[in-house]
């Protein structure tokens, strides 16, 4: 199954055609800083023992300006056995960053 969650500014709603809109003037986005810490992120009803998640703890911080950060994310179902013998099934994941500043021109900066 294909998706995605996002953290965008702007007022957003549902378009007629069913596309997800984030609406801010382009002007604005140097008044948007996207510094931002994941503390944890998981998918499923438990964790794999022992193991922490890649993006848990991660900080990003813009220095000067706007910019995007961007998290492309690999979810990967897990089957593990307990030490009593119960099977459990989670999710691990893989992620791939890319992150843009917006240059000296221009505090508005696309995906």
């Known amino acids: 199954?294909?998706?995605?969650?996002?953290?965008?500014?702007?007022?957003s709603f549902q378009h007629?055609?069913?596309?997800?809109?984030?609406?801010?003037k382009p002007e604005q986005a140097a008044k948007f800083n996207i510094s931002h810490t994941?503390?944890?992120l998981s998918f499923g009803e438990f964790s794999v023992p022992g193991r922490k998640n890649?993006?848990?703890?991660?900080?990003?911080t813009i220095r000067k300006g706007s910019g995007v950060t961007q998290y492309?994310?690999?979810?990967?179902p897990t089957t593990f056995r307990a030490k009593n013998g119960t099977l459990i099934k989670t999710h691990q994941f893989a992620v791939t960053e890319?992150?843009?500043?917006?240059?000296?021109?221009?505090?508005?900066?696309l995906p």
Do not use: C, M, W, Y
């Open 38 to 40: 994941i503390n944890s």
């Open 72 to 76: 492309f994310i690999k979810i990967i």
């Open 54 to 60: 890649v993006l848990d703890g991660t900080s990003r």
């Open 16 to 24: 007629s055609h069913g596309h997800h809109i984030h609406e801010f």
């Open 98 to 109: 890319h992150q843009k500043e917006s240059g000296k021109h221009s505090s508005f900066v």
């Open 1 to 11: 199954v294909a998706g995605n969650f996002h953290f965008a500014p702007g007022h």
